[in-house]
């Protein structure tokens, strides 16, 4: 269907949007299109087409308020199949429009549309949208902008403006083209080209120093920057020069506030930071760049962009430059990470289970498979893999969501291990052990209002590294976290069961572990996968079952009658 038709159609529904602003809306439900189309884009001296929403890239930004409701019409005029994820949207009930392929539906082929019903709930601050499909979401993507309700405000001193700024990954090649040859050869996929801010590589990047993005400023006020690490592959330090960063939330949850000259922030996260413009009249590089702490290839490169006092004064020939931890520096990382403290105030409380019901050990490892044909270009003439207890995730042909709710056979498992198998020294085991993982579609099936607890596991299989987790359908809270193998007996003792940060996406450090406890009130099928996208394209996934509760309103809904075939 041609995009003149789905506008005409959405005119006669009465929700036409046009360039992404919801003229109409009531009762707090907005009306979104989005367009998926190739488009071409300039970046380091080269030209290439690049799949974007409604052109842009980043992508538009959806501007709601706590509690409200979003429709999102989906054309896809690309060259393939798509689905599009709501970022740490809780979706209550309705798994039918969080997006991951062949989770909760199939992609939307090309030619062909599907309306999202984006439900929010809890949520307030800054979340983001992305593909789901594939490497697709390097440049699909954009924020979305959740204040709070009408007649409550922000439980800091409301900021003179706001700011979204996104980091993200530039790819010279074609990315889609990029893990399909890895994924035939067994290889790790192309490292990027670049780290871009709001778009834009920025300076020291090849032909990027006339096109860095700028952010205006008036002395004296304070902006709410809303920052999304979009980056495919990459934690990211972040800092702006001679200015002290306030982070007050993350994840849409508020945090007691923590003021720093540098921030960490894993692929999946967002975070809200107050910066108060209180230097003398100047230009001020805003910096990223990567913390990476495995002996993989890495884009070491850095992206910038300038914020840029108003008034009358000669710009400088070398705006100053933050000064960044080093790319490597667990210490750094650390330092910043362990301060998040939920705010856990009378206007924002939190509500940690205090016990448990369900108990859940998974280590998570970088692995290989064996080579399927004549030569692999993985390690040892194997094919690169990852697991969560020892379990590489296969894809089905068919969503999972779809399988559980007619009650399918053959399409996936529900016996996804509490504990892995076999048991061994995950932080001392050495890196040429254990290496190969079984494969299968395993999901975990949970009663609807458990108590969940979640101790993610790193391991020292092949090539350890930090690994950011992100879990589908809920906020959990990060009770703890710590170095070498967790111990039931004594590990517990440290967990925060006080002020916990309530979050969607959490690193497990190198060699390290982290928990999560949440309750499991959201039934339905939810994807966890690490937001590594290297990894989840591995096999780094799971999918967690929560079965309905005894009422309508504590169950699954009923599918959407527009949703996207299989095939």
Not at 400 to 417: G, R, T, V
């Amino acid at each position: 269907m041609g995009e003149k038709k789905i506008v005409l159609i959405l005119a006669l529904l009465g929700f036409l949007c046009l360039d992404l602003l919801p003229l109409c809306t009531a009762a707090n439900v907005h009306h979104y299109s989005f367009i998926l189309k190739e488009r071409n884009y300039t970046r380091l001296c080269s030209t290439k087409s690049i799949l974007t929403v409604n052109g842009e890239f980043p992508g538009p930004s959806i501007h709601v308020r706590k509690g409200d409701t979003a429709f999102v019409n989906v054309l896809n005029d690309g060259d393939y199949g798509v689905t599009i994820h709501w970022h740490g949207v809780k979706q209550p009930r309705n798994p039918w429009s969080d997006g991951p392929e062949n989770i909760t539906q199939c992609p939307i082929k090309p030619g062909k549309n599907f309306t999202y019903e984006v439900i929010f709930s809890s949520e307030e601050g800054t979340l983001w949208w992305h593909a789901h499909s594939d490497w697709s979401r390097a440049t699909v993507h954009g924020a979305i902008v959740i204040l709070p309700t009408k007649g409550t405000t922000y439980p800091f001193q409301k900021p003179d403006a706001e700011e979204v700024i996104i980091l993200a990954e530039w790819y010279k090649g074609d990315v889609m083209e990029i893990i399909t040859v890895a994924t035939a050869t067994g290889a790790d996929p192309n490292i990027s080209n670049a780290y871009t801010l709001n778009g834009q590589p920025g300076y020291p990047n090849n032909c990027s120093t006339e096109t860095t993005y700028r952010l205006s400023v008036t002395q004296g006020k304070t902006y709410l920057l809303r920052l999304i690490n979009a980056a495919m592959n990459e934690e990211m330090f972040f800092g702006i020069a001679k200015h002290n960063l306030t982070v007050v939330a993350q994840d849409a949850a508020y945090l007691k506030p923590i003021t720093t000259s540098y921030i960490m922030i894993t692929p999946g996260q967002t975070m809200d930071i107050l910066v108060t413009t209180n230097q003398s009249l100047s230009h001020y590089y805003i910096a990223a760049r990567p913390f990476f702490d495995s002996k993989a290839e890495y884009d070491n490169s850095t992206t910038t962009a300038i914020l840029q006092y108003t008034g009358n004064y000669t710009p400088p020939s070398s705006p100053h430059f933050p000064s960044l931890p080093d790319f490597s520096s667990m210490s750094a990382a650390d330092n910043f990470t362990t301060r998040k403290r939920a705010l856990a105030s009378e206007d924002h409380p939190i509500e940690v289970p205090l016990e448990v019901d369900e108990r859940m050990f998974i280590t998570v490892s970088v692995n290989v498979l064996p080579c399927t044909h004549a030569s692999c270009d993985g390690p040892n003439n194997n094919s690169l893999a990852a697991s969560l207890n020892n379990i590489s995730f296969t894809y089905p042909s068919i969503d999972i969501l779809q399988a559980y709710y007619w009650n399918m056979s053959k399409i996936y498992e529900s016996d996804f291990p509490n504990i892995p198998f076999p048991l061994f020294n995950f932080t001392g085991v050495g890196s040429d052990e254990l290496q190969i993982p079984g494969t299968g579609t395993k999901a975990k099936v949970i009663e609807y209002g458990k108590n969940v607890e979640i101790v993610f596991q790193g391991t020292s299989i092949l090539e350890p590294e930090s690994h950011p987790m992100h879990l589908h359908g809920f906020s959990f809270y990060l009770v703890g976290t710590g170095y070498g193998n967790f111990d039931k007996n004594t590990s517990s003792k440290t967990y925060n069961l006080i002020d916990p940060p309530e979050v969607n996406t959490i690193g497990v450090p190198k060699k390290g572990w982290a928990a999560i406890r949440f309750v499991a009130d959201n039934p339905g099928v939810w994807f966890m996968h690490c937001h590594l996208e290297r990894h989840s394209s591995w096999g780094m996934n799971t999918v967690l079952i929560v079965k309905n509760g005894t009422t309508t309103e504590t169950s699954l809904r009923p599918p959407p009658a527009n949703l996207p075939t299989c095939s």
